[in-house]
């Protein structure tokens, strides 16, 4: 009698505890969808057919979904994308103040003062939330943000979005972070994006694709695409000690700024960064007073930085570890590699350059002088930088601070690879045709190196499902499965 009236007690609590998700399919000529989006529970779903969604009112979701019982807002993946416009600059489109399980996926936002704004939120936290395959455009501000004071945002993944057009304001594509570390954004994935036509921007940090601010650590910037930017593809400040912010992959093809821009706790891998007015890679204290260290350098291609260096390196006697090897850096007609202060620390290996010489009081063998640019890269034109047969790039690298896998994530030689973004291993490229799209990648997906961080739920976007148990309804099976 008591294991029968202990297992009716169960199957009661079990029931209560359930969280049963409730989906609801909306169309533009739902009078009620706003106040269905902002009503959202652990569980449910959220579909918006294709049409245009105009408002005048503000959109504030609070999406507090759980592990078992995440909130999925969607559009169609197979059809147009629902847009969402606000009519008029005075609010932004979407304000997420609560999130928790989340994910945001195949809406097109325009219009308003920002596209999507993260916070506040009342527990000054936003977390485990996947905002992916947006459009976003003609925003007069930002188009996504996560920059509330005394906010902390984890385990967050931005990829799959296209953004341009961003307005005549700050006009950045992604501003994550506050200035002075106020808020950081930490464990988290900026990968595969398409970010471009950033160049109505006129204050602040004038149209940068990716900003990440001062303290924010532990980032993963990958395999994102930018191109006709007021500012730089990607702008990294300090990680503060806490945990190095990781940039593998990303191509950046013409701005007005510099390509890469960071000052410390950064590691900067296989990118090719083409065309910019700035410097392509620049190393420098910003804001004013920081410690430049904990700098690593690798396997990049940097081509033609118009009224800058391929490499800027200020700075380098401030304390840290510098790693700079097997990078290409190409910029005729001018010095490729700039570099003050003292070299005490810094690692230099197997980088080769075109223009001007190598910079002084660097160790013997850290640069080697390239051939004419069309005999190393004859398809730069268009803009490829995969290495020609014979080409000096080929087999000079440093395999003991190489490594293992290049910009199209093939493998490279484990003891002599080819210098710059590119492993050589076919008369052309083997593997995503470089241009003003998406970067394809063989077999598809975010890839994370073994080395880089992997942030908690960002790699396994939430699934919509129909129910679920709690922690606590697990606590209590354990319990009545000790009576039973």
């Not at 532990?218 to 190095?244: A, F, S």
């Not at 076919?426 to 073994?450: D, E, H, I, L, Y």
Request: some cysteine; aromatic content about 8%.
């Amino acid at each position: 009698m008591k294991r029968l009236l202990a297992l009716i007690i169960t199957l009661v609590v079990l029931n209560l505890l359930q969280v049963e998700g409730v989906t609801y399919n909306i169309t533009a000529s739902s009078t009620n969808w706003i106040t269905t989006l902002s009503s959202l529970q652990a569980g449910d779903t959220a579909i918006l057919q294709a049409g245009t969604y105009t408002k005048t009112a503000k959109l504030t979701l609070r999406l507090n979904g759980t592990p078992s019982a995440p909130i999925l807002i969607t559009g169609n993946p197979s059809g147009p994308k629902p847009i969402i416009n606000h009519s008029g600059s005075n609010q932004n489109i979407i304000d997420l103040v609560e999130g928790n399980y989340f994910t945001i996926q195949y809406l097109e936002l325009t219009g308003g003062s920002l596209g999507l704004r993260l916070g506040p939120s009342p527990t000054y936290s936003l977390s485990n939330g996947v905002i992916q395959n947006l459009t976003v455009h003609d925003t007069p501000e930002t188009a996504i943000s996560a920059n509330f004071p005394n906010h902390t945002f984890t385990n967050l993944t931005f990829k799959y979005n296209e953004i341009y057009n961003t307005g005549s304001g700050t006009g950045e594509c992604l501003y994550l972070g506050c200035v002075g570390g106020s808020c950081i954004i930490r464990d988290s994935v900026i990968s595969n994006n398409l970010l471009h036509d950033t160049l109505l921007a006129t204050t602040g940090s004038v149209g940068s694709a990716i900003q990440v601010k001062e303290y924010s650590f532990n980032n993963l910037i990958q395999d994102n695409v930018c191109y006709n930017l007021g500012g730089p593809c990607v702008l990294i400040y300090t990680d503060g000690g806490r945990g190095r912010n990781t940039v593998i992959g990303n191509t950046m093809l013409g701005g007005l700024d510099n390509g890469i821009q960071a000052a410390a706790g950064a590691t900067i891998i296989n990118n090719i960064v083409l065309n910019t007015r700035g410097d392509g890679i620049a190393i420098i204290q910003n804001p004013p007073g920081v410690t430049i260290g904990n700098i690593t350098i690798l396997h990049n291609t940097v081509v033609n930085a118009s009224d800058g260096y391929c490499l800027r390196a200020t700075n380098f006697n401030s304390g840290g570890s510098f790693l700079i090897a097997n990078n290409a850096f190409v910029c005729p007609g001018s010095n490729a590699v700039y570099v003050n202060n003292a070299q005490n620390g810094v690692g230099w290996y197997n980088n080769g350059f075109i223009g001007g010489s190598a910079p002084a009081g660097v160790m013997n063998g850290s640069f080697y002088g390239m051939g004419s640019i069309l005999s190393e890269l004859p398809g730069i034109g268009s803009f490829n930088v995969y290495p020609a047969a014979g080409s000096t790039l080929i087999a000079r690298g440093n395999g003991s601070v190489s490594v293992g896998y290049d910009f199209n994530y093939m493998s490279r030689d484990a003891t002599r690879p080819t210098v710059g973004a590119y492993e050589y291993s076919t008369a052309s490229n083997p593997g995503w045709v470089v241009g003003r799209s998406f970067k394809q990648m063989n077999g598809g997906g975010v890839v994370v190196p073994s080395n880089s961080p992997t942030p908690g739920n960002s790699q396994n976007p939430p699934t919509t499902t129909s129910g679920g148990t709690s922690g606590a309804a697990n606590r209590i099976c354990s319990w009545f499965n000790y009576w039973l």
